[in-house]
């Protein structure tokens, strides 16, 4: 019964595979029929049929046909020009990479839904070590013991350019999409754009790189595998090792244990590249550190991210507090922990900027309009916009131009005595009422300003002591960085 169902995953599989590629085929001639032509794909065409033609005669054993076939491949390829053989070239050329693309997708699908093998886990090869006769305490201390160090090495020999590996992987997440059950009609016309658009991005990027590169191209595409893969795997494989240790010998695998450490050759080797150097060799040690502190940083970022908790146990807290207290004697930089500050944001901005208010303005708590009547204004004179304004604390409700100029504070001194002669009875009480309130509203605006003013106070309730904790470490493993590259 098992047999079959294998048997019936596979052919699913496989049809599945065989989609794809005739997909990735016939966005491939969509992407050279407007890039190159119809003249060109029609040679494409032909080659192709006479290629596999011949393959299918040599499968069948028609050996002298085939010999055939192969001539006139040959005679045709002679007579096409250098531009139209370097374009069928390369058209083959992804075309193998769209199909190995597709095949490696398929191949982890299909592993996917087999059953994994327990042989290869760790639990089951401690398991047998334990049924064997091995005590636990000596396979704990073993496995603790045991160093594997994995040496990396360069590879100028490396012929797809980083930036088409990632195309590559790209493709084939869209592929792996693409099996989704619940995609709807939409969802995949999307998904058919995205594809031809990286398929279209691949043919017009060049695959060649037109420049030998330096031992320090070579350090940083052996770092990207660091970044790219081993950065996850290792942990990933780690975290099994301790969790199959804890179930057979009760204790997990401690935090200071390395099995598995790193070595590298890259920017080293100078008895084997001519062209390394002492320049070349701290160069490559300065971002190999760079990238092992941006790896670093990005696990801080994201365990800060996520440890949003308040309560903690005593020493933690302590640990914050002191932060915290140290923080608050260096201006306050322990507002970036917990939320943003105006006193970090203008302390960034350089040793230039101008430092933040320590008191209020003179005047600042006075009325906008209070000095009108005694002193000049140094600010020009304001029209008052249209005759349609009527001011609403006239009893008639009509309003000549003095009046509106008074009702608006103009700090003429004429028109001023005008209006406290003329309208002495019905505009004073008014006016005064109107003072008030301007009054009120500055000292609601001086308070505010005063808060602004004032550090934040942090309450103990309210800090999250992880990220408090986390901060520091990042500072400290930045300022690390900054003095070395110094």
């Avoid at 060109?40 to 040599?58: G, P």
Wanted: proline share 5%; charged share 25%.
């Amino acid at each position: 019964m098992t047999d079959v169902t294998d048997d019936i995953a596979e052919e699913i599989s496989f049809q599945g595979f065989e989609d794809d590629c005739r997909l990735l085929g016939n966005l491939l001639n969509d992407v050279l029929q407007r890039e190159v032509g119809p003249h060109f794909m029609e040679k494409l065409e032909k080659t192709k049929v006479l290629a596999q033609s011949a393959c299918t005669m040599r499968m069948a054993g028609i050996e002298d046909t085939a010999e055939l076939v192969e001539k006139q491949m040959a005679a045709e390829l002679s007579n096409m020009s250098l531009e139209d053989a370097l374009s069928l070239a390369r058209a083959f050329s992804h075309y193998l990479n769209l199909t190995g693309i597709a095949e490696t997708h398929h191949s982890r699908v299909t592993k996917a839904r087999r059953p994994a093998k327990l042989s290869k886990s760790c639990d089951d090869t401690f398991n047998q070590l334990v049924h064997g006769g091995v005590s636990p305490d000596e396979l704990y201390d073993t496995v603790c013991k045991q160093v594997v160090e994995i040496v990396l090495t360069a590879h100028p020999t490396q012929i797809n350019r980083r930036t088409l590996q990632y195309k590559h992987i790209r493709i084939a997440h869209l592929l792996e999409y693409n099996d989704r059950p619940d995609l709807g009609h939409e969802d995949r016309e999307m998904l058919i754009e995205d594809l031809m658009r990286e398929i279209a991005s691949i043919w017009q990027t060049d695959e060649l790189r037109r420049h030998q590169p330096t031992p320090v191209d070579e350090a940083r595409a052996g770092l990207n595998i660091v970044e790219q893969s081993l950065w996850r795997a290792v942990p990933h494989y780690l975290r099994r090792v301790s969790n199959a240790l804890k179930k057979h010998t009760g204790r997990p695998l401690p935090l200071t244990c390395t099995p598995i450490k790193f070595g590298s050759w890259m920017g080293g080797d100078r008895d084997g590249n001519p062209n390394v150097t002492a320049k070349v060799t701290r160069s490559v040690t300065l971002l190999s550190r760079w990238m092992a502190v941006d790896l670093y940083i990005r696990e801080v970022d994201s365990l800060r991210f996520e440890l949003s908790m308040n309560q903690c146990n005593a020493k933690l807290s302590r640990m914050a507090h002191e932060i915290l207290g140290k923080a608050d004697l260096t201006e306050g930089r322990h507002d970036g922990w917990n939320q943003p500050s105006p006193q970090n944001y203008i302390k960034n901005l350089g040793h230039h900027s101008l430092p933040f208010p320590t008191q209020l303005p003179t005047g600042a708590d006075q009325p906008s309009c209070s000095d009108c009547n005694n002193v000049e204004s140094q600010y020009p004179r304001l029209d008052v916009p249209g005759t349609e304004f009527m001011p609403l604390n006239r009893q008639d409700g009509k309003a000549s131009s003095r009046d509106r100029e008074s009702s608006h504070c103009e700090v003429s001194k004429e028109t001023h005595e005008e209006n406290n002669t003329s309208n002495s009875g019905s505009f004073g009480s008014n006016q005064l009422l109107e003072n008030r309130k301007l009054f009120a509203e500055s000292n609601v605006g001086r308070a505010s300003f005063r808060e602004l003013l004032e550090p934040i106070s942090f309450q103990s309730p309210g800090i999250a002591p992880y990220r408090v904790v986390f901060g520091d470490v990042k500072e400290k493993v930045l300022l690390e960085l900054f003095q070395t590259c110094d």
